[in-house]
């Protein structure tokens, strides 16, 4: 794979995922913006888009694998649209936003101690945006981005 524009589709299929769901754990434990429900649901197609990013550097297709890991970017980006539409207030979610209890441990002090996270309130915002505004604006320029780059490459 010598394609300039293919590498640097799959180094952004790789990098945009690692560095959302990085931002996303850095805030949680080192900033206490403890993750609604809607906030989890937005990491899992950033998981599945790094597996399959990563799949893309040992397996073929590499393209398909990579529009792939486009596609589950894109879908974030998605989601992050709805919980934002909830946070501002432009539609009802559809989530009571509950917190998992810790299996092994006391179900009511879990309850007690568990901190009281919103889905329709966004804890933090930079220039009026959101964090899962900024999921989406970030997912989805960067999986448009990865689409435009698999344009441009060669087909293989």
Known sequence: MTDTALKRAQALALALPAALLGGAYISQYGFDLFPCEMCLWQRWPHFAALALALLSFALAPKRLLIALAGIAIFTS???????????YGWWE??????????????????IMNAPIVRCDEAPWDLFGVSLAGWNFLVSCAGAIAIFVLLARSKKA
């Open 77 to 87: 980006g998605l989601i992050g649209l709805f919980h934002a539409g909830v946070e």
């Open 93 to 110: 979610g559809i989530t009571g936003c509950a917190m998992p209890l810790d299996a092994g441990g006391d179900p009511l002090d879990a």
